[in-house]
């Protein structure tokens, strides 16, 4: 399964990227984390319903001193996966 989330709210300047590396990791997830310049976070992510489910918990959390205001996932399809490998962060230093 491949969703697409993209998370609103005070998400950016909070290491919710790395969080969200941390998670996905641990749940043997493949995709990339990415900051947009709406200031959201976007993130492309394949593996297992409970994984997907798993992930998408935390990040209707997300790490302290965050703020989530809306978490959206779109389905994607299965050829979305293609590429995707270890999850890892887009745009970091």
Do not use: C, Y
Not at 35 to 56: F, K
Not at 74 to 83: F, K, N, P
């Amino acid at each position: 399964m491949v969703r697409h989330f993209l998370v609103r709210g005070r998400v950016q300047g909070v290491g919710f990227r790395w969080f969200v590396q941390r998670e996905a990791s641990e749940l043997s997830l493949s995709g990339w984390v990415r900051n947009t310049e709406e200031g959201e976070v976007e993130l492309v992510v394949s593996g297992d319903a409970a994984g997907l489910d798993e992930l998408r918990q935390s990040l209707e959390k997300g790490p302290r001193g965050s703020r989530v205001d809306q978490v959206l996932e779109h389905a994607l399809a299965e050829s979305e996966a293609e590429g995707l490998a270890a999850f890892r962060i887009e745009g970091a230093w």
